[in-house]
């Protein structure tokens, strides 16, 4: 089968979110061990990933570095984490492969993702990126004009426009990698977001892409047979962090959106995952949300929050 495996922050992260390169090298080996073994399985693997801690890091970074070099744009603070994520899954997945004696090639791609320059988002800014603060600190940033948003009891953290993908720019290299047998890593951090020009060309904008979102239009792009969101629960849960939370097994698409629409799911956390599960099924796919760990259980032995348009729908 060809599946789209969307890997989020904890698969790239410390348990305690810390984006020190040891802590990232450590998360994505073990994350590559789990892909490796879907692989061996025998499934064409095409790998998406979340980038919101280090693209947060990367623009403080510029921010306050800038008397001393030039400061770069949100979109290239992107484009660097699909380099630096990107190159450390390379390093990690080839071993692992080879471990469970699988020849396949790996091939990391930067890949540009288009988005509508009237975007409403880029009004409004939702998408929570970088480090948390409390809320004295966050209240200092956002006198200096920056965005913040409560998100809990981990703290405060910088939001920034995350406008709707549109259309994976880069499909047709993707596709042939794919066709060609590679295992391949592409639309990190959603994608790049590039605007056309009237005049046909490309420019990037400063944005930060869902990349559940993306990873849903490139799973129907590719016409992939299941897109897993791997996240750290092993399933999507109703009435989550109540006595009466139950996970979800095999959902209707319907009952889905009557969940989503009653609220049953956080907005930055479980919300985009299920949205962007709702879109892939939607589109004729079977979308599985459920934990690294289970990946290979998800495909070949239906593991996980599994929604699929059933026959009766
Ligand atoms: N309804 C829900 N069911 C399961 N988990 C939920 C739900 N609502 C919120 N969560 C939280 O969402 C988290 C996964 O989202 P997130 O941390 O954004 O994942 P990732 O970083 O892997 O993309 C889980 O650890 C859980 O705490
Ligand atoms: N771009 C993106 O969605 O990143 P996270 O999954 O890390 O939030």
């Known amino acids: 089968m060809r599946v789209l495996v969307a890997l989020g922050g904890n698969a790239m992260t410390s348990p305690e979110g810390s984006a020190a390169p040891a802590d990232q090298v450590r998360a994505i080996t073990e994350a590559m061990e789990h892909v490796a073994e879907l692989v061996a399985a025998g499934h064409d693997v095409v790998l998406t990933?979340?980038?919101?801690?280090?693209?947060?890091?990367?623009?403080?970074?510029?921010?306050?570095?800038?008397?001393?070099?030039?400061?770069?744009?949100?979109?290239?603070?992107?484009?660097?984490?699909?380099?630096?994520?990107?190159?450390?899954?390379?390093?990690?997945?080839?071993?692992?492969?080879?471990?469970?004696?699988?020849?396949?090639?790996?091939?990391?791609?930067?890949?540009?993702?288009?988005?509508?320059?009237?975007?409403?988002?880029?009004?409004?800014?939702?998408?929570?990126?970088?480090?948390?603060?409390?809320?004295?600190?966050?209240?200092?940033?956002?006198?200096?004009?920056?965005h913040w948003e409560d998100r809990g009891d981990k703290g405060w953290r910088r939001v920034v426009a995350s406008p709707e993908p549109r259309e994976v720019l880069d499909l047709p290299a993707i596709r042939a990698l794919v066709d060609a047998g590679q295992v391949v890593i592409a639309a990190g951090g959603g994608g790049i977001p590039v605007v056309r020009e009237v005049d046909g060309s490309l420019r990037g904008v400063e944005a930060v892409i869902d990349k559940d979102l993306t990873a849903a239009l490139l799973a129907h792009a590719l016409a992939c047979d299941i897109l897993i969101i791997a996240t750290d629960v092993d399933h999507a849960m109703v009435d989550y962090g109540t006595p009466d939370e139950r996970p979800l097994e095999f959902t209707s698409l319907a009952q889905m959106q009557a969940y989503a629409a009653a609220g049953q799911f956080t907005s930055g956390s479980?919300?985009?995952?299920?949205?962007?599960?709702?879109?892939?099924?939607?589109?004729?796919?079977?979308?599985?949300?459920?934990?690294?760990?289970?990946?290979?259980?998800?495909?070949?032995?239906?593991?996980?929050t599994i929604i699929d348009t059933s026959p009766e729908e």
């Open 270 to 304: 479980m919300g985009p995952k299920v949205d962007a599960a709702m879109r892939f099924a939607e589109s004729g796919g079977r979308s599985i949300i459920t934990s690294l760990a289970h990946i290979t259980d998800a495909v070949e032995r239906e593991f996980g």
């Open 49 to 146: 990933h979340g980038n919101g801690p280090q693209v947060g890091n990367l623009l403080v970074k510029n921010e306050v570095a800038a008397a001393v070099v030039p400061p770069v744009p949100l979109d290239w603070c992107g484009a660097q984490t699909q380099g630096t994520i990107g190159f450390t899954m390379l390093d990690a997945l080839e071993p692992a492969l080879a471990r469970l004696g699988v020849a396949r090639p790996v091939a990391a791609l930067v890949t540009r993702t288009l988005v509508d320059a009237d975007d409403p988002h880029f009004r409004e800014p939702t998408k929570p990126i970088g480090r948390y603060l409390p809320a004295d600190e966050a209240r200092q940033m956002i006198d200096h004009g920056q």
